[in-house]
């Protein structure tokens, strides 16, 4: 069964921090992709990366990078040098996409993150 | 080019009354999908459609709730005889493809008293 495991329900650090945002996921799909979205306190859900099971390359998107991880079913995402504006939930998610997959999204707990000034 | 446009932001309904929410996909997306956000729970999926068609209900509750993606017109998510327990932000999303990745709209915040 599929399934997404963000184990840290809150993180509150202070800005200039790294830190890191841990996911683990569950899937017997060899084709599937895996998903970072950002929920700020005004409640939208933004769109951060989309990585697909063949590609483990690690992407670096500016002080945000994702280090994807087959080995383990990871999936972790890394916030440099952390700033207040960082402060909101973020949810892993994943889509199967063997066949008869739909692209629904099945998303982790999420991980609240606080950045103190 | 505009997101997704969902509409009301806000709801409030009393017990037992209906409630429809509306989801206008992006220029070009014909993929649809509806998710619900409890207090304190993760998000969860309700329902896929394409265009006159439903895909995918799976994670429609078996009663009161319903959705539709007309030829002509936004997606509707409808909940009927609404109770305490339907209050939630309900996110619908866009995607031009299945897998291409999701733009969700704003939400609609869902309130029953």
């Known amino acids: 069964a599929q399934k997404v495991t963000q184990a840290q329900t809150e993180i509150s650090v202070v800005e200039k921090e790294d830190v890191t945002l841990d996911c683990v996921y569950e899937?017997?799909?060899?084709?599937?992709?895996l998903f970072w979205y950002k929920q700020p306190p005004s409640g939208e859900l933004v769109f951060l990366i989309r990585r697909n099971s063949f590609d483990e390359q690690n992407e670096i998107s500016g002080r945000y990078s994702w280090n994807f991880q087959k080995s383990t079913s990871s999936f972790n995402f890394t916030i440099t040098a952390s700033q207040v504006v960082d402060s909101a939930v973020y949810f892993c998610?994943?889509?199967?996409?063997?066949?008869?997959?739909?692209?629904?999204?099945?998303f982790g707990q999420g991980t609240t993150l606080q950045v103190k000034p | 080019n505009a997101g997704v446009m969902q509409n009301p932001r806000h709801l409030v309904r009393r017990r037992g009354q209906e409630a429809r929410l509306r989801c206008s996909p992006m220029?070009?997306?014909?993929?649809v999908y509806w998710y619900r956000q409890l207090p304190e729970e993760g998000l969860k999926f309700m329902v896929y459609?394409?265009?006159?068609?439903?895909?995918?209900e799976s994670g429609m509750p078996k009663e009161r709730f319903s959705a539709e993606f007309p030829k002509e017109g936004p997606s509707i998510l409808r909940i009927q005889q609404v109770v305490r327990g339907d209050s939630a932000a309900y996110f619908c999303?866009?995607?031009?493809?299945?897998?291409?990745?999701?733009?969700f709209g704003s939400g609609t915040r869902l309130t029953v008293v």
């Open positions: 459609l394409q265009k006159e068609n439903i895909i995918d």
């Open positions: 999303a866009s995607s031009p493809q299945v897998d291409y990745g999701y733009t």
């Open positions: 998610a994943l889509s199967e996409g063997d066949s008869g997959n739909t692209g629904k999204l099945i």
């Open positions: 899937t017997r799909d060899t084709t599937y992709y």
């Open positions: 220029k070009g997306h014909s993929h």
